[in-house]
């Protein structure tokens, strides 16, 4: 059974920094695309980033703020969030591909895990 859980989440002032990791367990990790979505109160949940093995893909509004990595040998994919803005508070949620998915990377519908969520609050 995939479990993926997330940790990292806080309070942060802007223009702080913070680094999201989500440790995963039940497949091979290093088969599947990660991806990183988050929800705002009242809205639907967005895509952030994601990676394929070295492929990144990011979301217009963190680009260039925002980094995608992952550690094949610890299972684990990291967000690395810096410049953060009030907007970005949300809820962080971590998600696994689905199995020989070939649609897009930015479409939530092409993840079948998700972690429980990790709550980030920027402060302004």
């Known amino acids: 059974q995939v479990q993926l859980v997330e940790s990292g989440g806080g309070l942060v002032q802007a223009g702080g920094s913070l680094t999201l990791s989500c440790a995963a367990s039940?497949?091979?990790?290093?088969?599947?695309?990660m991806g990183w979505f988050r929800q705002a109160p009242g809205l639907e949940r967005e895509f952030v980033a994601a990676?394929?093995?070295?492929?990144?893909y990011y979301a217009d509004s963190v680009k260039g703020r925002f980094t995608i990595s992952r550690d094949n040998r610890k299972n684990t994919v990291y967000l690395q969030m810096n410049s953060l803005k009030p907007e970005d508070t949300a809820v962080y949620y971590c998600?696994?591909?689905?199995?020989?998915?070939?649609?897009?990377?930015?479409?939530?519908?092409?993840?079948?895990?998700w972690g429980q969520g990790t709550q980030v609050t920027v402060s302004s």
């Open positions: 039940g497949r091979t990790f290093s088969s599947y695309g």
């Open positions: 998600a696994q591909r689905r199995t020989y998915s070939s649609g897009s990377y930015y479409d939530l519908h092409e993840y079948d895990y």
């Open positions: 990676i394929r093995r070295i492929d990144t």
